[in-house]
């Protein structure tokens, strides 16, 4: 089983579930009986999350238009492109 010096090492790899099943049985096993290394994984978690959610609420519209990331579809190629 990890010890808690083990845990800030493993986390990330334990939150995105790139452990083999057997790490993530010894980390969860750790998690269960460590209330500190439960806050830290879960304080990961969220802070992870935060950064993900608000990376994507902040690109502008128009950047996202320019970098094909909008759900409306740009100028249709091939119409009116004829020679
Ligand atoms: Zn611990």
Not at 11 to 34: F, K, N, Q, W
Not at 51 to 76: H, M, N, Y
Request: aromatic content about 4%.
């Amino acid at each position: 089983m990890p010890k808690c010096r083990d845990i800030p090492e493993v986390a990330s790899a334990y939150i995105d579930g790139e452990m083999p099943i057997s790490g993530r049985l010894a980390v969860a096993g750790h998690l269960t009986i460590c209330r500190e290394c439960r806050t830290y994984v879960q304080g990961l978690r969220t802070t992870r999350h935060l950064v993900a959610t608000s990376f994507r609420a902040e690109v502008p519209a128009t950047v996202a238009a320019a970098l094909g990331l909008t759900d409306e579809d740009p100028q249709p190629l091939g119409k009116d492109r004829r020679r």
